[in-house]
């Protein structure tokens, strides 16, 4: 018979292997972009990771521009907004 902390256990299992499943399957989609563009296209590995270079910049602005938008800067963009309604 299984008592109730090896049930508990075993959600926690179930759960920890489907995020890591999910983690798995999110880059799936990528690796065949990249195929697709080194294949097909024609695109050298020095190209492929320019481009994933210059793709990724938004992801490295957003935190900065959150941080200063956070401690102070949010004022004049309200009152800019409501100016102008």
């Given at each position: 018979m299984v008592n109730m902390e090896n049930k508990?256990?075993?959600?926690?299992?179930?759960?920890?292997?489907?995020?890591?499943?999910?983690?798995?399957t999110e880059s799936l989609p990528g690796l065949a972009f990249f195929f697709y563009l080194?294949?097909?296209?024609?695109?050298?590995?020095?190209k492929l990771m320019y481009i994933s270079a210059i793709v990724t910049i938004?992801?490295?602005?957003?935190?900065?521009?959150?941080?200063f938008i956070d401690n102070g800067i949010k004022?004049?963009?309200?009152?800019?907004?409501i100016k102008n309604e």
């Open positions: 508990k256990l075993l959600w926690l299992y179930i759960l920890s292997a489907s995020i890591y499943f999910t983690q798995g080194k294949e097909k296209l024609g695109l050298t590995p020095e938004p992801w490295i602005i957003k935190p900065l521009e959150g941080f004022i004049p963009y309200i009152k800019i907004t």
